[in-house]
């Protein structure tokens, strides 16, 4: 087991995964989605080989009303 | 609500022009983007996304803000706001609101940046920065800002700063590379109106020297359609609003109202107001009149 944080909330998970892996658990359309781990923005072209690993930082956002 | 009916219907450019006010082509020009509307409109703080659909929509603006948060991973029957906008209609604009300092400002509009490249937006390439310094008055810290358009400007990003109506700090945004500067009329939500139009003014004066186009938003603070007419009056290119249509009894006819506010302010500010006497001066001629005077004058 693995832990990270995702939107602050620390979580475990089974081993490290890659970002597309990550959001495959997740009932969001993936096009809504931005991701960040450790502050840096991953891009979507990313998302099959950047692996998630122990102690990440992950921000999973998306676009809602504002002003 | 029946919105084709353009909200900057203005008379033709003359490119002879020399007064900037006369080149107009009716479209409002940031960055590189043209909107058909002079007017930007938010997205929250309405009760239904019906209800901001059809706002929207009866405002006849072509580019809204939008908001980057954290997504509530698990909630199945949570509606998202990409269901209720239609991005073939309009350019979006992602804001930083809610940042206090420049580093996560900068997170928030790389994030945004990268939605909208998923989305095939045209709004990628933009982003409304707002980094507050106090959150009783969401007035911005005018420091975190500057550092923060900096670093967007030279990461590529066209920078639309929200601001206060100081005017020394307008000049140092622009210096910063921010396309638009977006003074406040007053603070975010309180629907005071332009609490200072003389401030208003001088940052026109100050941007637009050297440069007649630079676009001037005038961002927040409107509480009704005066306001915009106001704003546009005194020489604004655009204004940016939400709460005012939002929270209006009735949202769609108050997106009605302000969007006949845009053309009106506009139109009055590109005809140019008479100026204000002391004394009256008749419209009737003076000549052939029944009537005699009193006092002998």
Known sequence: MIEISINGQTVEIESEMTVEQMLDTVDVPPNY??????AEVVPREDYTRHIVRNGDHVEVVTLVGGG | MNSS???????????NATDASQRDDGHLHVGGHTLSSRMIVGTGRYDTMEQMRDSLDASGSDCVTVA??????????????????????YTLLPNTAGCYNATDAVRAARLGREILKTLGNPGADWVKLEVLGDSRTLLPDPV???IACEQLAADGFQVLCYTSDCPVTAKRLKDAGAASVMPAGSPIGSGQG???PNNLRIILEYLKEDDPQYPVIVDAGV???????????LGADGVLLNTA??????????AVAMRHATIAGRHAFLAGRI????????????EGIISTRPYGT
């Not at chain 2, 306001?227 to 009056?233: C, K």
């Open chain 2, 223 to 233: 509480g009704t359609a005066s306001d915009v007419s106001e704003a546009f009056e």
């Open chain 2, 68 to 89: 980057v948060r954290r997504e509530r991973l698990y909630d199945r029957n949570g509606q998202n706001i990409l269901d209720f906008l239609d991005l073939d209609r």
């Open chain 1, 33 to 38: 989605l931005a991701v960040e781990i450790n």
């Open chain 2, 275 to 286: 100026p204000k006497r002391l004394y009256g001066t008749a419209s009737s001629p003076s």
């Open chain 2, 5 to 15: 009916q353009s909200p900057t219907d203005l008379p033709a450019a003359d490119e």
């Open chain 2, 144 to 146: 975190q800002t500057v």
């Open chain 2, 245 to 254: 249509i939002a929270h209006a009894r009735d949202p769609v006819r108050m």
């Open chain 2, 194 to 196: 332009l609490l200072n």
